[in-house]
């Protein structure tokens, strides 16, 4: 394992297990920003939607399943009767065993998406999202979970898409700034990242902003918080979160050294590469969701 892979193991294991509910709550509760987001990226315009497409899964794999929030939305609306689900994870699987140990026919293990995966069994639906990017090959990962899906079963992933130059820019060169510093010290300056969204955010301005072209900004009405968010720097506020976890979200995206971000053509190259038909496409701002069927 090299450093940079170390360094991003530590780092998440260090967010959730200082921070083991974090976003939970929000993940499973209907109507939330969280769980639209997640659904609507993902082609389900409501959970009687989404209750459908889990109804005749009957094998469903969480992989880099953090704390186990999106594990448990997929184990509250498939059946857990006839329903298997597995989460897994390569630095925090601890944690999320443990919010779920109440769950039925549902089981948390580790899991390394760079290695081989075929003892895990084959699996109908495979679920990867917020994950690849932090692999530090999302390539051959993606190819790993799909080694690992039965014919005719569905993957869903997210990546980090590739932003405007600036907000490239300034992410990595915060990123460089913090991510060898411990904790605490990195959560100060998240914190004070945190604190300019929420100001920007509770100004509620918005303007019409022309085109500019050469920077990847293009023609719309934003609000101050979401032009900078969108063009300039990761700058996350939600009012749905307390501030320290709207903190730690911003440590998410900071710390963590590897974070790979990727284009639409990158991303539908691996499908096409292991025989996955895509039947749901959705990019915005940050990121890339795929979701496809494998073909037999």
């Known amino acids: 394992m090299d450093n940079q892979t170390k360094q ?6 260090e967010k959730w297990t200082k921070n083991s509910n974090l976003a939970l709550e929000a993940t499973i509760s209907e109507g939330s920003t969280v769980f639209n987001w997640i659904l609507n990226r993902n082609g389900f315009a409501n959970l ?8 005749g899964k009957k094998r469903i794999l969480d992989g880099g399943c953090g704390n186990g929030r999106v594990t448990k939305l997929l184990r509250m609306h ?5 329903t298997e689900v597995v989460g897994i994870d390569f630095s925090s699987h601890e944690v999320a065993k443990e919010n779920l140990k109440n769950e039925s026919n549902l089981k948390v293990q580790f899991g390394n998406l760079r290695e081989d995966l075929s003892s895990l069994g084959l699996f109908d639906f495979i679920y990867c999202q917020e994950v690849l990017h932090h692999t530090g ?3 051959s990962s993606f190819k790993n979970l799909c080694q690992i899906l039965e014919p005719n079963g569905e993957i869903a992933i997210y990546v980090y898409k590739e932003k405007a130059p600036i907000r490239e820019f300034t992410d990595d060169f915060i990123r460089d700034k913090i991510s060898a510093l411990s904790y605490e010290d990195s959560m100060k300056a998240c914190r004070q990242i945190t604190e300019l969204s929420k100001t920007l955010t509770e100004l509620e301005v918005s303007f019409d902003s022309p085109a ?18 969108h063009f300039f720097m990761k700058c996350f506020w ?5 501030f320290e976890d709207n903190a730690v979200i911003n440590y998410d995206w900071y ?17 096409a590469e292991n025989n996955i038909k895509i039947n749901h496409k959705f990019v915005d701002f940050y990121g890339i969701t795929v979701k496809g069927m494998k073909v037999k």
């Open 8 to 13: 991003t193991q530590k780092s998440f294991n």
């Open 48 to 55: 009687t939607e989404f209750k459908a497409f889990l109804s």
């Open 78 to 82: 498939s059946n857990p009767e006839t």
């Open 137 to 139: 090959d999302a390539r």
């Open 212 to 229: 500019v072209d050469v920077l990847d900004i293009p023609a719309g009405n934003y609000s101050i918080q979401r032009f900078l968010y």
């Open 238 to 242: 939600n009012n749905e979160f307390s």
């Open 255 to 271: 710390h963590p050294q590897d974070c790979t971000r990727h284009s639409i053509e990158e991303v539908e190259l691996w499908f």
